[in-house]
């Protein structure tokens, strides 16, 4: 079953940190990544770009609406993601444990959807 772990990260706990933290927890990012990637559980990861950076597309009433990031006042932003294997949302939750970013905002754990058998439900 895969799951897809979403990293969202809280820059004011970021720049708290001493230091070279930051590059320290991306090192170990980085190597608990390849371990899980050379085990066959690690199917893709990306970061992601500053919310400044990002637009928003919303289409209402036939009229297209593009935004400029960032959308919402928050303190965690998305800032990238992990899409994993793993036998239940049990054994999901104790890989996203592993990585760093829990300290410094949330690692969000949700299955994937099979999207064959939404196909196959909606005639597809």
């Not at 085990?39 to 593009?66: D, Y």
């Not at 992990?82 to 999901?92: M, P």
């Not at 970013?101 to 939404?118: K, L």
């Amino acid at each position: 079953m895969q799951f897809l772990l979403l990293i969202y990260t809280d820059d004011t706990l970021l720049d708290a940190l001493p230091a070279g933290e930051f590059d320290t927890m991306m090192r170990g990012c980085l190597a608990h990544a390849d371990e899980l990637r050379d085990g066959g559980t690690l199917l893709q990861s990306q970061q992601l770009e500053a919310p400044a950076s990002a637009r928003a597309v919303r289409i209402r009433n036939q009229r297209v609406s593009v935004v400029d990031g960032p959308f919402a006042e928050t303190k965690e932003m998305l800032a990238g993601f992990n899409l994993i294997e793993a036998a239940n949302l049990d054994e999901a939750t104790r890989i996203a444990a592993g990585f760093p970013w829990a300290r410094t905002g949330c690692v969000e754990v949700r299955p994937v959807r099979d999207m064959d058998a939404v196909r196959r439900r909606v005639g597809a």
